[in-house]
């Protein structure tokens, strides 16, 4: 069973932590074997790949107009994810969180992306909203992208999934539902809180499966 290391950049703050950790922990009660690193944003090595905010100074920009300022181009901080040297001493999943704005090529922005091993996630847009909505915004995205991680939700022939930005559960409360603005990310966070789960049954059979 492959470690969960957790990199953040130095813009993250104290609140955000600790719904990410909270989110962690409540994940591992799934999966009482996951183990988690963490790695926080003090550099742990020098020179490249020492620290998360060399990943994002190594990031592309992506100047937008219509919005005034840069964004960064979550694609690019995957492939930094996937190259570097620590996957080749010790197999891992990367979870990664930035304060920044992330942007895909062909949309506006994203809230977070995976693939394979690899998520990058960013809590820029949660920061407007009241402490509630934002603590479960950033709990039920952490749910969300480590569920692609581990392959949930992500059979399209299946009832319950829909290709929406990818594959998604379709099932009330369940954290692989999707949302792609803020005030749809709200609702759909708070129907996980409301449900008191974190997967449908569906998406916790996917989980049991899992092997990375």
């Not at 813009?11 to 074997?33: C, H, Q, S």
């Not at 392959?151 to 930005?165: F, H, K, Q, V, Y």
């Not at 449900?195 to 916790?204: A, F, K, P, T, V």
């Amino acid at each position: 069973m492959l470690p969960i290391y957790l990199t953040y950049d130095s813009g993250v703050d104290e609140f955000e932590i600790r719904a990410i950790m909270i989110a962690l922990i409540e994940f591992k009660k799934l999966r009482p074997r996951q183990k988690v690193t963490v790695h926080g944003s003090k550099p742990w090595s020098t020179g490249d790949y020492s620290s998360a905010d060399w990943y994002i100074k190594s990031a592309k920009r992506i100047f937008r107009e219509d919005l005034g300022r840069v964004q960064l181009d979550a694609d690019s901080i995957l492939t930094l994810l996937e190259n570097e040297p620590w996957q080749a001493q010790q197999s891992h999943i990367d979870l990664f969180f930035t304060s920044y704005d992330l942007s895909l090529r062909g949309i506006n922005f994203c809230f977070g992306i995976a693939r394979g091993r690899n998520t990058v996630q960013s809590l820029y847009r949660f920061r407007r909203l009241c402490e509630d909505d934002r603590e479960i915004a950033i709990k039920t995205l952490v749910w969300h992208e480590l569920g692609h991680i581990f392959g949930l939700a992500s059979d399209l022939s299946r009832s319950n999934t829909r290709d929406c930005c990818g594959s998604h559960c379709t099932n009330e409360g369940c954290a692989m539902c999707q949302g792609v603005s803020v005030k749809e990310w709200v609702m759909h966070a708070r129907e996980v809180k409301k449900y008191g789960m974190i997967y449908c049954s569906q998406c916790m059979d996917d989980l049991r499966r899992a092997r990375p």
